[in-house]
């Protein structure tokens, strides 16, 4: 069988939930496919796994598209509530058989729930900052493990927002919403060039700190109070490009001892983070 049975539903609850055991099934290859960019980019849709992560999403008021479910699950104590939720929303929910859950299950870690999302991205103008805040750029970011990881940092101190910053990588894919651990829902996140960037800084009246392992000041120096912070973050081979470090009202070096030539990409956007906010966490 192919095509989705309708089951019983919860009483109270407006929408059907379809019963889907077929690998075949349209839903389940919109799911296969949106592992590729490509698709994401066409559809504006990407996936994000786990009943935990589609709960973060849902305080924040988003909701999928579609939610996919196991039926090994189907009597989880947190799960009726969200799908009851989600059907009185009009969200297509599907309850998955065995065989149609392994076809979108990942190897690498298996989940029970798999949602549809709108990839949704903030207008740099909608980005606010105030004194104290701080605005995340994150140039030619090429792994997703640390865009996600950033982006929970983010979240966890209440970063204004995160701007992409020429060729990134995909902050909608698999790897990179697994690593945010649902703050991909959480954080303002745009996308721009360099002059775009830094006339957002200007126009808020903003000190742009870049951090370079060729600054000579050290990162707890500047004062971060007195103006929102536009932290600047460099490729994790190549870091910034000297024209965006020369165009920063301050360069920043985090201090180092041994033998490693630099720290992770995420790893010292995270020292930041808290050097910046130290005073009001
Ligand atoms: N080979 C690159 C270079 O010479 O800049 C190393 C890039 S590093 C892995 C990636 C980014 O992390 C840097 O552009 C910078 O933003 C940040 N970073 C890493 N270690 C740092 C440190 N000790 N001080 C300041 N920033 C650092």
Same mark, same amino acid.
């Given at each position: 069988?192919?095509?989705?049975?309708?089951?019983?539903?919860?009483?109270?609850?407006?929408?059907?939930?379809?019963?889907?055991?077929? @690998?075949?099934?349209?839903?389940?290859?919109?799911?296969?496919?949106?592992?590729?960019?490509?698709?994401?980019?066409?559809?504006?849709?990407?996936?994000?796994?786990?009943?935990?992560?589609?709960?973060? @999403?849902?305080?924040?008021?988003?909701?999928?598209?579609?939610?996919? #479910?196991?039926?090994?699950?189907?009597?989880?104590?947190?799960?009726?509530?969200?799908?009851?939720?989600?059907?009185?929303?009009?969200?297509?929910?599907?309850?998955?058989?065995?065989?149609?859950?392994?076809?979108?299950?990942?190897?690498?870690?298996?989940?029970?729930?798999?949602?549809?999302?709108?990839?949704?991205?903030?207008?740099?103008?909608?980005?606010?900052?105030?004194?104290?805040?701080?605005?995340?750029?994150?140039?030619?970011?090429?792994?997703?493990?640390?865009?996600?990881?950033?982006?929970?940092?983010?979240?966890?101190?209440?970063?204004?927002?995160?701007?992409?910053?020429?060729?990134?990588?995909?902050?909608?894919?698999?790897?990179?919403?697994?690593?945010?651990?649902?703050?991909?829902?959480?954080?303002?996140?745009?996308?721009?060039?360099?002059?775009?960037?830094?006339?957002?800084?200007?126009?808020?009246?903003?000190?742009?700190?870049?951090?370079?392992?060729?600054?000579?000041?050290? #990162?707890?120096?500047?004062? #971060?109070?007195?103006?929102?912070?536009?932290?600047?973050?460099?490729?994790?081979?190549?870091?910034?490009?000297?024209?965006?470090?020369?165009?920063?009202?301050?360069?920043?070096?985090?201090?180092?001892?041994?033998?490693?030539?630099?720290?992770?990409?995420?790893? @010292?956007?995270?020292?930041?983070?808290?050097?910046?906010?130290?005073?009001?966490?």
């Amino acid at each position: 069988m192919t095509g989705p049975a309708k089951i019983a539903k919860p009483s109270g609850m407006k929408g059907e939930i379809k019963m889907v055991t077929s @690998a075949s099934n349209p839903a389940i290859k919109l799911v296969r496919a949106l592992e590729d960019k490509k698709h994401r980019r066409e559809t504006g849709l990407f996936l994000a796994e786990g009943l935990r992560t589609a709960l973060a @999403a849902a305080e924040q008021g988003r909701l999928p598209k579609t939610l996919i #479910y196991s039926d090994e699950l189907a009597e989880h104590g947190k799960l009726k509530p969200f799908l009851a939720r989600c059907l009185n929303a009009g969200v297509e929910c599907i309850m998955a058989g065995r065989q149609a859950m392994e076809k979108i299950s990942r190897r690498d870690n298996p989940q029970g729930v798999i949602g549809v999302y709108e990839a949704r991205l903030t207008a740099l103008d909608d980005i606010p900052a105030q004194t104290g805040d701080c605005v995340i750029g994150l140039q030619m970011v090429r792994d997703p493990g640390n865009l996600g990881t950033i982006l929970r940092t983010a979240d966890a101190v209440g970063a204004a927002g995160i701007v992409l910053i020429d060729d990134c990588c995909d902050p909608f894919s698999i790897e990179a919403v697994r690593a945010s651990m649902g703050s991909i829902f959480a954080v303002r996140l745009g996308k721009s060039g360099f002059a775009e960037f830094e006339a957002l800084c200007r126009k808020r009246n903003g000190q742009m700190v870049g951090t370079s392992l060729r600054a000579s000041q050290d #990162y707890r120096k500047p004062d #971060y109070t007195k103006a929102p912070t536009f932290l600047l973050m460099g490729n994790e081979q190549a870091g910034l490009p000297e024209a965006y470090e020369n165009a920063c009202d301050a360069r920043v070096r985090i201090p180092m001892r041994g033998t490693a030539d630099s720290l992770n990409l995420a790893v @010292a956007t995270a020292i930041l983070l808290y050097e910046i906010n130290r005073k009001s966490l």
